[in-house]
C-alpha cells in the first residue's frame, strides 16, 4: 500500500493557486509526477517549473503610452476581449468592438493616463486609469494578452499602481459578474463590490467595485 505525502498537497495547491494548467498523474511512494503546462515533472520539479513560470516584479514594467502607441494598444485590446465577445456577444460594451478612434482619444484626454503593461521588454497589455479631482480613480479597462495571462502580471500591475497613486482615496473598476475568476481576483485585491449593476443581455451583467484606501480607513 503506497502512501501520500504532503508535498504533493503543497505543489497541488501551488498549481491550483497560480493557475497553471497541471495534473498529477502518479503519486505515490515510488512514483511522484506532475504534468504543468502540457510537460511531465517529477512532483519536485513540477513544483520548480510553476514558480519559474510566476513574473517577477523587477520584469513588469508600466510605460505610460503615447498617441503613437494607439494602433499597439488597439490591437492588444482586439485579442485580449475577442474571447469573452464570443462568449458574451456584446457588441455594444465589449472594447473588442470598439473603433481605434476611442483608443485615440483617451491617448489625448488629459483626465487619462494609459500604460502598456510591459513583461520582459515585450508589450503583453495595457491599462488606463480615469483621474479625477476628487481622489477617485476607475481602472477600466484593463487586458493582458491570452498568452500572457495566469502568470501573475495582473497582480503585479495593480501593485505598481497602489503605489504609483498612493494619494488615492477610492478605486473603481467594473467586471462580468459570470467570469468568477475575475470576480475573486479583484475580491483578493481588496475590492468590495457595490450594489450597481448592468444587466447587458441574458447572457451577461457588468457588477462594480471599489476599493478604499486604507490610510482613510
Not at 497541471?22 to 520539479?45: A, D, E, L, M
Not at 476628487?134 to 495571462?149: H, M, T
Not at 473603481?172 to 483578493?188: A, P, R, S, V
Amino acid at each position: 500500500m503506497y502512501s501520500y505525502k504532503p508535498i504533493g498537497l503543497v505543489c497541488l495547491c501551488i498549481g491550483s493557486r497560480f493557475g497553471f494548467k497541471y495534473k498529477i498523474v502518479q503519486y505515490t511512494n515510488r512514483t511522484r509526477h506532475i504534468k504543468c503546462s502540457g510537460r511531465f515533472f517529477s512532483v519536485k520539479k513540477g513544483y520548480d517549473v510553476i514558480m519559474e513560470q510566476r513574473a517577477k516584479r523587477d520584469e513588469v514594467k508600466l510605460i505610460l503610452a503615447k498617441e503613437e502607441d494607439a494602433q499597439m494598444i488597439h490591437d492588444i485590446k482586439y485579442k485580449a476581449f475577442m474571447p469573452l465577445y464570443e462568449k458574451y456577444q456584446d457588441h455594444d460594451t465589449n472594447p473588442a468592438m470598439e473603433l481605434i478612434d476611442k483608443t485615440i482619444w483617451l491617448l489625448r484626454d488629459i483626465n487619462t493616463d494609459y500604460f502598456m503593461i510591459s513583461w520582459k521588454d515585450v508589450v503583453v497589455g495595457a491599462v488606463r486609469i480615469s483621474l479625477r479631482n476628487d481622489g477617485i480613480k476607475k481602472i477600466s479597462p484593463i487586458f493582458i494578452l491570452p498568452d500572457y495571462q495566469n502568470y501573475g502580471l495582473g497582480t503585479i500591475v495593480f501593485e505598481l499602481l497602489f503605489e504609483r497613486y498612493d494619494d488615492t482615496l477610492v478605486w473603481m473598476l467594473d467586471t462580468i459578474e459570470q467570469e468568477k475568476g475575475n470576480c475573486h481576483f479583484y475580491e483578493k485585491l481588496g475590492f468590495r463590490r457595490t450594489e450597481e449593476k448592468i444587466e447587458i443581455n441574458s447572457k451577461m451583467t457588468i457588477i462594480f467595485y471599489e476599493k478604499f484606501n486604507k490610510k482613510e480607513g
